[in-house]
């Protein structure tokens, strides 16, 4: 059975912890910015603090909240990081104080995470839906990195090296979407959300065989 369903009455509503995760290029960002826009009453993004540099078109406060690493530690040190992770030499967090403002005014809260971040959520917060995104091969997620032209190709390929690594924790979440299509990985999405995703749990023997060819 689904592990969750999301409640119609504001009055008995629970707000859920989303926590999704996927290797580089799997299209992770492009899928949560999806359902964002369909469905923005029903949701609060969590902006994650970054110390890389941002890319062309990423704005400040908007994709992430970019920081140097002296700003980054004093925000460890004091608790502030509900999970973080170092990724290619930068470091990833997610503000403790923002999840929980949201989840107290009863917002729905997704996250953008790698896996290692969350495993340090579902530590702190386990009643949290975990979702990760799989790319439908090894050569799509190539193609996807290199068309994306935002990496020198020394990282593309530093990327795909770690991405089987990644593709490997897949069983430690609640849900797993493979990405081969944008319109049917959303449609995915959404019956997770409404509760009608039993056949998207990662104990689904059915996608579990899926996903065993994908990893061979």
Not at 95 to 116: A, F, G, M, P, T
């Amino acid at each position: 059975m689904s592990k969750f369903r999301m409640s119609s009455n504001k009055e008995n509503l629970t707000a859920n912890l989303f926590v999704f995760a996927a290797p580089s290029g799997a299209g992770k960002t492009t899928l949560v910015h999806a359902l964002m826009a369909q469905r923005e009453k029903d949701f609060s993004f969590s902006i994650s603090y970054t110390t890389r540099k941002p890319r062309p078109n990423e704005l400040n406060g908007i994709d992430y909240l970019f920081i140097d690493i002296e700003k980054f530690m004093s925000l460890k040190e004091s608790g502030e990081l509900l999970e973080h992770a170092e990724v290619f030499g930068n470091y990833y967090a997610t503000s403790r104080s923002q999840v929980e403002e949201h989840l107290s005014n009863k917002r729905n809260v997704i996250l953008e995470i790698d896996w290692q971040g969350a495993q340090q959520v579902r530590k702190s917060m386990p009643k949290c839906i975990s979702i990760f995104i799989m790319p439908p091969n090894i050569a799509e997620l190539s193609r996807r990195l290199r068309e994306r032209r935002t990496d020198k190709p020394e990282v593309i390929e530093r990327r795909l090296k770690n991405a089987k690594e990644d593709m490997s924790h897949w069983d430690e979440f609640d849900y797993v979407v493979i990405n081969e299509n944008l319109k049917e990985a959303i449609i995915d999405l959404e019956s997770i959300i409404d509760g009608s995703g039993d056949a998207l749990l990662s104990s689904n023997k059915t996608l579990r065989r899926r996903l065993g060819k994908i990893l061979k």
